[in-house]
T-cell receptor, first 111, second 114 residues
Framework: QQQVKQSPQSLIVQKGGISIINCAYE??????FPWYQQFPGKGPALLIA?????SEKKEGRFTISFNKSAKQFSLHIMDSQPGDSATYFC??????????FGPGTRLSVLP | EAQVTQNPRYLITVTGKKLTVTCSQNMNHEYMSWYRQDPGLGLRQIYYSMNVEVTDKGDVPEGYKVSRKEKRNFPLILESPSPNQTSLYFC?????????????FGPGTRLTVT
């Protein structure tokens, strides 16, 4: 019940394209859903996060879509750039205490 | 500069030799947490602390200990390390108050247990 599933495992996108990463959770007690970006040799950094009372949140080129009934959420990166090449993790938390992360998606944006 | 620091950054040790990885934050954050990162498994939470003297188990606490005697420090202790604890470890902190759950991660500690 604590698991967060994430797909795809890896993703290759052309510059200017749209990158889409999907996640699914099981525990309905989760109330905070962040996405983290990690570059090689660095710690993860928060990219964008959403609460279950909204269905979509947009920050610049990054958008989270949230489907509470399906227990799924996704990250959309518009106009993908080579600098976006990194590993992306979705996560879920109950009140910012226990955090469960997905296994990660390695994104490569080709120039 | 606001940051989370970890020491050491790299550590090679032998089975059974007690070790401590330190974590410190200078942002006056209430919440601190330890994760381990393994290929294909993402980050898994080991322990977290909502405040001084308050700690709770995450999903993979076995073989680890923590303490939170001061707000800024949250050391991770491996009393008797084993090879299956070879991993990349991250410490993180967040304000937590008022629903601000953004976690700031340290640079990581790569631990090898032989």
């Amino acid at each position: 019940q604590q698991q967060v599933k994430q797909s795809p495992q890896s993703l290759i996108v052309q510059k200017g394209g749209i990158s889409i990463i999907n996640c699914a959770y099981e525990n309905t007690a989760f109330d905070y859903f962040p996405w983290y970006q990690q570059f090689p040799g660095k710690g993860p950094a928060l990219l964008i996060a959403i609460r279950p009372d909204v269905s979509e949140k947009k920050e610049g080129r990054f958008t989270i879509s949230f489907n509470k009934s399906a227990k799924q959420f996704s990250l959309h990166i518009m106009d993908s750039q080579p600098g976006d090449s990194a590993t992306y993790f979705c996560a879920a938390s109950n009140y910012g205490q226990n955090f469960v992360f997905g296994p990660g998606t390695r994104l490569s944006v080709l120039p | 500069e606001a940051q989370v620091t970890q020491n050491p950054r790299y550590l090679i040790t032998v089975t059974g030799k007690k070790l401590t990885v330190t974590c410190s934050q200078n942002m006056n954050h209430e919440y601190m947490s330890w994760y381990r990162q393994d290929p294909g498994l993402g980050l898994r939470q080991i322990y977290y602390s909502m405040n001084v003297e308050v700690t709770d188990k995450g999903d993979v606490p076995e073989g680890y200990k923590v303490s939170r005697k001061e707000k800024r420090n949250f050391p991770l202790i491996l009393e008797s390390p084993s090879p299956n604890q070879t991993s990349l470890y991250f410490c993180a902190s967040s304000l937590s108050i008022g629903g601000s759950y953004e976690q700031y991660f340290g640079p990581g500690t790569r631990l090898t247990v032989t």
